[in-house]
């Protein structure tokens, strides 16, 4: 198969308890993980703001970021916002338009089922090519999670990431063209699609005004951050 890439060949394949124990509620406010925890020191503690989170508003529909994590744990160095906007081939704003079927990668004999989330970009933040996805739809791979041994299907179907990642959610993505990294680009997509990667720090998501890491829980310099705008923010400032 094509090389992986560098997040992603980090990634531990997560058995069926570990994909059942790494969905949160769907208040998507789930305590952070022991290896989160640990990395950690005193000083990011202390960096992040005393107040308190904004409260969802009442006409929000929760997010789910449990199903974003299906496809397992990371080993990584979680990067600072600004080191992320310089690594980024793209960095956006962007609203989840739907997620429908993908395609399915072989990772030593293994089947590694994928979906695609559909994104309309509503603001370009920067990036190396800040031009890329001329036509503002861009999509991301997102992996399903372990195959059952039982009934031969991935742990997370297609209906339970529509409910856990409602249409509508906001998103600040800093993601790289993956496309060559992917050996079995589905066939359904029009010819020249480009697929674009932010594991497993580059996905961020505002739950009902509260910004939450995709992929992993929000750490380091990530924590000063209670909301997409006070990102936002911290990424246009001089």
Not at 49 to 66: E, F, I, K, L, N
Not at 204 to 232: F, I, P
């Amino acid at each position: 198969m094509a090389p992986l890439h560098a997040s992603r060949a980090r990634l531990t394949v997560a058995t069926a308890t570990t994909a059942v124990t790494a969905v949160l509620t769907l208040t998507g406010c789930g305590t952070e993980s022991g290896r989160a925890a640990d990395q950690r020191d005193s000083a990011e503690v202390s960096a992040a703001p005393a107040t308190t989170p904004p409260s969802p508003t009442a006409d929000c529909r929760p997010v789910d970021v449990g199903a974003l994590r299906a496809g397992g744990a990371y080993d990584y160095e979680p990067r600072t916002p600004a080191q992320a906007l310089a690594e980024s081939d793209l960095v956006v704003v962007a609203t989840l338009v739907r997620i429908v079927d993908g395609f399915e990668q072989r990772d030593d004999g293994d089947r590694v089922p994928y979906l695609i989330a559909e994104l309309s970009i509503t603001e370009r933040i920067g990036g190396r090519h800040p031009a890329a996805v001329p036509d503002d739809l861009l999509r991301m791979p997102i992996p399903q999670g372990s195959i059952s041994v039982e009934s031969g299907e991935p742990s997370f179907d297609l209906e339970r990431f529509r409910s856990a990642l409602p249409a509508g959610t906001r998103m600040l993505l800093f993601v790289n063209d993956a496309t060559a990294e992917y050996d079995s680009p589905p066939p359904t997509l029009p010819e020249g699609t480009r697929l674009y990667d932010g594991r497993p720090d580059g996905v961020l998501v505002d739950n009902c005004g509260v910004l939450v890491g995709g992929h992993d829980d929000l750490m380091g310099a990530w924590r000063s951050h209670r909301t997409l705008g006070d990102l936002r923010a911290d990424l246009a400032a001089p």
